[in-house]
């Protein structure tokens, strides 16, 4: 005779489905706020410049979308689906709404990805400054020393000296020969940069 409490087994089962669903939203969760904070300069840029390493980055990240990001997805929304009641069920809704996103960052990718233009670093010449440059100055004014790599919008890190193509300073800089001034706008006036090497990492 099966002595089994129903009422003890229905209990760990559902238990057992809260745990799994609730594990499934945070996944979920975290997706979106990675997809939100991945609205970098690619996706406002008509035609994206990067290296071979960004480029292969954006494939490996729209392979794992969908391959791996989407299915889950889509076993979230046909589990809420399951549910019953879908006028009423935030679970579904919820996992539409990500799916929505998703897509849209699927496309983003896709769309960088076709239109992007791969720099050539063996075509690369120090004679002026350009995207991967590694400029060295000085601050015609105080006679402050500094030296920025200039770099894509995702590879930038001030810390490491990296500044994105897209900044005031880069923007000032590219073209530039060495000896020249450059005149840098900035919040409070403008900053003279006399660069005296170029060269490449």
């Not at 990718?109 to 400054?129: E, M, N, W």
């Amino acid at each position: 005779m099966d002595n089994t409490d129903p009422y003890k087994t229905k209990f760990k089962e559902e238990r057992l489905y809260m745990s799994t669903n609730q594990n499934l939203m945070q996944h979920m969760r975290e997706l979106i706020d990675r997809i939100k904070a991945a609205d970098v300069a690619y996706y406002r840029d008509d035609n994206p410049t990067m290296t071979d390493r960004e480029y292969d980055l954006l494939v490996d990240e729209l392979k794992e979308l969908e391959t791996v990001e989407r299915p889950k997805i889509s076993a979230a929304i046909a589990e809420a689906r399951d549910k019953g009641d879908l006028s009423e069920n935030a679970e579904y809704d919820a996992a539409k709404e990500h799916q929505a996103m998703l897509e849209m960052k699927i496309n983003q990718l896709k769309a960088v990805i076709g239109d992007a233009k791969i720099i050539d670093t063996s075509k690369l010449k120090a004679d002026t400054v350009q995207i991967l440059s590694k400029v060295e100055m000085r601050n015609v004014k105080n006679n402050m020393k500094m030296t920025y790599t200039i770099v894509s919008e995702t590879e930038a890190n001030l810390k490491e000296g990296k500044i994105s193509v897209q900044t005031p300073i880069a923007q000032g800089l590219l073209g530039k020969k060495v000896g020249d001034v450059a005149e840098i706008k900035i919040p409070h006036g403008t900053v003279q940069l006399e660069i005296t090497n170029i060269s490449f990492e």
